[in-house]
């Protein structure tokens, strides 16, 4: 399936009314985003400043990566701190030190806040500007929030994009900015289809490393690669770069939609693109119909995670024929995902926010035959006979642009298939 086989639908989401929930959720805080965003800035340390709990978290959400010696950690608050008796600030400053000396690798140390830390009002922003003054030039000392109060999972990274925008300097050249943590395989991929075309100078956010190449400024214009980077939108727009709204790059249609959106954008003429996207595109729609055997057919039901639930229910509808019953999503940002909404056929209920047992009396009555969900929900509900996808491996898993097409419509369809075999018998 391609743009020029499968046209827009009639009636898209875009104008689509919105179920605004608020009550109990089951989602991750955004200290998660640490996981891949250590992985992806080589000089960069992430410092939860939290609790036993948020360590805990990311033990168990890094599983065997903790053995790595990883590029993050927690400064504990201990009793002491929460009842006022030690200053927070001289023992940050103390552990910061020691930390540093430690591992002179670290170019870029993110003190990274908590619900504990928030609650008690510990001012990191002021802490790290310290710190930045006390550690200049070797290190640069930023700050964000990824507290379960504030963020919902992948806005960790939302949040820890955006506060770096304000310290890039100025670069008055124009260039092309792609905006998100991709796996390196993947934005090699991206990098290299882009050059083909032409396109550049082309700058990526997060860089690898802090050399410092990176700029931005009025001749900017940025592409985002994942759809939860408002917050990053904002600071980019206020630093006078231009975003470039486009369907985000899952799937053959996506990918091939979002670079039509930047080769436009730098006049790149049809005969390049076709010669360029043709290959991978004919691999990607190959690869995708395979999976899309199991999947055709049947029913998807989305619960709020990471939100990329909008531009998946486009890729499983339009290209795997799949019927979208409900999407829901942590937020919505019209702005970002007003390309992937247009495409979404109108039908399912589009849910923001969550209240759990709500959503899960939905998903009992809809009876979908593909669940996705946290991990949180998965087992109890494939008890009760729905097939289920857990949602957190679509964001660690390289799901992104032609060549990943197949494996992302892969991971729906595993569950189906597994069930089938267990239960030859069963609906799914
Ligand atoms: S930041 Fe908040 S939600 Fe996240 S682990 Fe720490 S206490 Fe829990």
Not at 35 to 42: A, C, D, E, N, P
Not at 47 to 72: D, K, N, Y
Not at 364 to 378: E, F, I, K
């Amino acid at each position: 399936m391609s743009l020029d086989t499968c046209p827009p639908p009639a009636t898209g989401c875009r104008d689509a009314p919105l179920l605004k929930q608020r009550g109990q959720h089951e989602v991750f805080c955004g200290l998660t985003g640490i996981i891949w965003l250590h992985r992806k800035m080589q000089d960069a340390f992430f410092l939860v400043v939290g609790s036993r709990t948020c360590a805990h978290l990311l033990q168990s959400a890094a599983g065997v990566m903790i053995f790595a010696e990883p590029r993050f950690g927690t400064a504990i608050l201990e009793e002491t701190d929460l009842a006022g008796l030690k200053d927070a600030q001289d023992e940050l400053e103390r552990e910061v030190a020691r930390l540093l000396a430690r591992r002179p690798d670290i170019r870029q140390l993110f003190l990274v806040g908590s619900c504990p830390s928030e609650v008690i009002k510990l001012d990191l922003a002021r802490a790290a500007e310290r710190l930045t003054l006390k550690h200049t030039p070797h290190v640069r000392v930023l700050n964000y929030s990824g507290s379960g109060i504030e963020t919902t999972f992948t806005q960790g990274e939302d949040a820890c994009l955006a506060s770096m925008v304000p310290t890039l300097p100025d670069r008055t050249t124009r260039q092309l900015m792609l905006v998100g943590a991709l796996p390196d395989v993947v934005e090699d991929q991206a990098l290299d289809l882009l050059a083909q075309m032409g396109i550049g100078p082309i700058s990526v956010l997060p860089a690898k490393r802090s050399d410092g190449s990176l700029g931005v400024g009025a001749n900017t214009v940025f592409a985002l690669t994942q759809p939860f980077l408002g917050d990053t939108l904002t600071a980019l727009e206020r630093r006078g770069a231009r975003h470039i709204p486009a369907a985000f790059p899952f799937g053959a249609e996506g990918t091939t939609a979002w670079l039509r959106a930047v080769a436009d954008e730098f006049g790149v003429d049809d005969a390049t693109f076709a010669r360029v996207t043709a290959a991978p595109r004919a691999r990607a729609t190959r690869a995708v119909a395979q999976a899309a055997e199991t999947l055709a057919g049947k029913s998807v039901f989305f619960f709020p995670d990471s939100q990329l639930e909008i531009p998946l229910a486009r890729f499983l509808t339009r290209e795997c024929g799949m019927t979208a019953l409900e999407v829901g999503t942590p937020f919505l940002h019209k702005s970002i995902l007003g390309p992937d909404l247009d495409l979404l056929a109108e039908g399912p209920v589009l849910a923001e926010g969550q209240d759990v047992d709500r959503q899960l009396d939905r998903c009992r009555a809809a009876r979908p035959d593909l669940t996705v969900c946290g991990l949180g929900l998965a087992n109890p509900l494939e008890a009760e006979g729905l097939a289920t996808k857990w949602a957190i491996e679509l964001v660690f898993t390289p799901v992104h642009f032609y060549e990943q097409a197949g494996d992302l419509a892969g991971l729906f369809s595993r569950p189906l298939r597994r069930r089938a075999l267990l239960h030859p018998g069963a609906r799914a």
